[in-house]
């Protein structure tokens, strides 16, 4: 991401395998993940096969990470021979040669870094009979710096650079679906398009941010590495590839389930990543249109869906907190442009009840938003530490009655100290002394933000993954400074949680 009045307010299945459990037949269930099989005849789904969060026989996991950023220039010295070689098969032993650890603070994810965040992924995984993966593959700026290495310059000379530029740019996409395929077996990775997924990092229908030029290109070129390498090929191939190389976004409905998943491409929505307020308007309403039939055929099969997007709606909440003068602000900036962001709401306003699960990132952080008529939309933070985070990623247990999630483990990697691996940061439901169905305790969660000071302090060292250091010094891209959350600051962050209006969002600011 280039940055980006609520206030008064664990067990296994059963052991017939004949059982039906929340419409999910077990057949069909053991068949997304080897690991499901050793756990289902042990009767447990329990952190000896893997689960970062308590299971209990109406729960299984499902792990989502977000915000990679795979940068392959972090090694100068293995630049030249990533560049020539061709065979990504053999890039592993090229970035086995860099005497380089994890990535520092500030800087996208290295070679390293995504070994590790793998390898936690893969003890993680448990019973999950998919993993999720909500947008941003590629490092910022990576364009430029295959430029500047083609030609000395961050800036193409003519039409063969482009083309050498995407070639490389689709071995990286390769190269990282290779490592995560790798680390999670065969289990499919249902995804959503991040502005990292793309060939200027200003989202994947666009070329040259200078232009905002529409191309479809990335979408093109990569669409089978997504079907084949992510997807597994476990959706239809037609219906999947008529609609990401259109505009980047497809649903799926995985085998022997009541489950539809919904991945959206909200790039496009973005007032960052667009030229004007209408310049996407046919896109963006072909796409919606999509949605309302999606929803009106998850509704009549009796199916719940599970919404995956990159950025979500509501405030630019760091950009908006930069611009508080005296605990007041005057404006918000919005992730989209208010009238994409109206008809979405109008349309998941029409279908209550559908929605069971809403993921997004783009942030970078680990942070929540109340999106009216489906509850609570989760923001997975990022492996990335571009922004100051400590790299994280998530394990949600989910419901099989309800395919609503009851609650969430963080799981993180201290940059501060370097340790081994990523360790248990902390569960939803233990920290703030919840139960029952997340969204819920998510709703309840805002006000005690404001009179519960434990709970807001949680929250606010919770954000950063554990970087509880921010120093307003330390460099940070494209802003010289972190921006840790100050008092002055804390009502943007707050109010960001249950207000998707900017009008909104103001007045609760300015009132906190």
């Known amino acids: 991401m280039v940055n980006d009045n609520a206030k008064k307010g664990k067990e296994s299945p059963g052991s017939d395998d004949a059982k039906m459990i929340g419409n999910l037949n077990r057949r069909d269930f053991l068949k997304y993940s080897a690991g499901t099989v050793a756990c289902l005849y042990l009767g447990a789904l329990n952190t000896g096969c893997g689960g970062g969060t308590n299971s209990t026989s109406s729960n299984f996991p499902v792990v989502v990470f977000s915000d990679v950023h795979f940068n392959p220039f972090y090694d100068p010295k293995l630049v030249s021979a990533l560049v020539n070689e061709n065979d990504t098969g053999k890039w592993t032993g090229i970035f086995q040669r860099s005497v380089l650890g994890p990535s520092s603070r500030g800087g996208d994810t290295n070679y390293q870094l995504l070994v590790l965040a793998l390898s936690g992924i893969k003890r993680n995984l448990g019973a999950s009979p998919l993993i999720i993966f909500t947008g941003d593959i590629l490092g910022h700026g990576l364009a430029q710096m295959f430029y500047e290495q083609l030609n000395g310059t961050q800036t193409f000379r003519d039409d063969a650079d482009v083309a050498a530029m995407k070639a490389f740019t689709d071995r990286v996409v390769a190269f990282f679906m290779g490592q995560v395929r790798g680390a999670v077996g065969n289990i499919p990775v249902m995804f959503a398009v991040g502005n990292g997924d793309s060939y200027s990092g200003a989202g994947p229908n666009v070329l040259d941010s200078s232009t905002f030029a529409p191309d479809n290109s990335f979408l093109l070129n990569t669409a089978e590495l997504f079907y084949t390498?992510?997807?597994?090929?476990?959706?239809?191939?037609?219906?999947?590839?008529?609609?990401?190389?259109?505009?980047?976004?497809?649903?799926?409905?995985?085998?022997?389930?009541?489950?539809?998943?919904?991945?959206?491409?909200?790039?496009?929505?973005?007032?960052?990543?667009?030229?004007?307020?209408?310049?996407?308007?046919?896109?963006?309403?072909?796409?919606?249109?999509?949605?309302?039939?999606?929803?009106?055929?998850?509704?009549?099969?009796?199916?719940?869906?599970?919404?995956?997007?990159?950025?979500?709606?509501?405030?630019?909440?760091?950009?908006?907190?930069?611009?508080?003068?005296?605990?007041?602000?005057?404006?918000?900036?919005?992730?989209?442009?208010?009238?994409?962001?109206?008809?979405?709401?109008?349309?998941?306003?029409?279908?209550?009840?559908?929605?069971?699960?809403?993921?997004?990132?783009?942030?970078?952080?680990?942070?929540?938003?109340?999106?009216?008529?489906?509850?609570?939309?989760?923001?997975?933070?990022?492996?990335?530490?571009?922004?100051?985070?400590?790299?994280?990623?998530?394990?949600?247990?989910?419901?099989?009655?309800?395919?609503?999630?009851?609650?969430?483990?963080?799981?993180?990697?201290?940059?501060?100290?370097?340790?081994?691996?990523?360790?248990?940061?902390?569960?939803?439901?233990?920290?703030?002394?919840?139960?029952?169905?997340?969204?819920?305790?998510?709703?309840?969660?805002?006000?005690?933000?404001?009179?519960?000071?434990?709970?807001?302090?949680?929250?606010?060292?919770?954000?950063?993954?554990?970087?509880?250091?921010?120093?307003?010094?330390?460099?940070?891209?494209?802003?010289?400074?972190?921006?840790?959350?100050?008092?002055?600051?804390?009502?943007?962050?707050?109010?960001?949680?249950?207000?998707?209006?900017?009008?909104?969002?103001?007045?609760?600011?300015?009132?906190?």
């Not at 999509?290 to 950025?311: D, F, I, N, P, Y």
């Open 229 to 512: 390498k992510f997807l597994n090929s476990t959706v239809d191939d037609t219906e999947f590839h008529t609609t990401f190389t259109k505009g980047g976004y497809y649903s799926a409905e995985p085998a022997g389930t009541d489950l539809m998943v919904i991945a959206l491409n909200t790039i496009l929505f973005c007032q960052l990543f667009s030229s004007s307020a209408t310049a996407n308007d046919s896109m963006v309403a072909d796409e919606l249109g999509w949605l309302e039939l999606r929803l009106q055929s998850a509704k009549a099969k009796g199916k719940k869906v599970w919404l995956l997007m990159h950025a979500p709606p509501g405030a630019d909440i760091a950009t908006t907190a930069g611009s508080v003068s005296n605990g007041q602000i005057t404006s918000a900036a919005m992730m989209w442009w208010p009238a994409y962001q109206t008809s979405f709401l109008a349309i998941l306003a029409k279908y209550p009840g559908i929605i069971s699960l809403t993921l997004a990132g783009h942030t970078h952080m680990d942070e929540y938003r109340i999106i009216p008529t489906t509850d609570a939309l989760e923001i997975t933070p990022a492996i990335s530490p571009w922004f100051g985070n400590n790299p994280a990623f998530k394990v949600f247990t989910i419901s099989l009655d309800t395919l609503k999630p009851t609650d969430y483990s963080s799981l993180n990697y201290d940059l501060a100290t370097n340790p081994a691996r990523f360790n248990s940061y902390y569960a939803f439901s233990t920290a703030y002394s919840a139960r029952g169905l997340l969204d819920a305790s998510l709703m309840q969660l805002i006000p005690a933000l404001v009179t519960n000071k434990g709970k807001q302090s949680l929250y606010r060292g919770y954000y950063f993954s554990g970087n509880n250091s921010m120093n307003p010094a330390t460099y940070l891209p494209f802003k010289n400074s972190y921006d840790p959350i100050t008092d002055a600051t804390w009502p943007v962050y707050w109010s960001g949680i249950g207000h998707m209006e900017e009008g909104d969002i103001i007045a609760s600011v300015n009132s906190y």
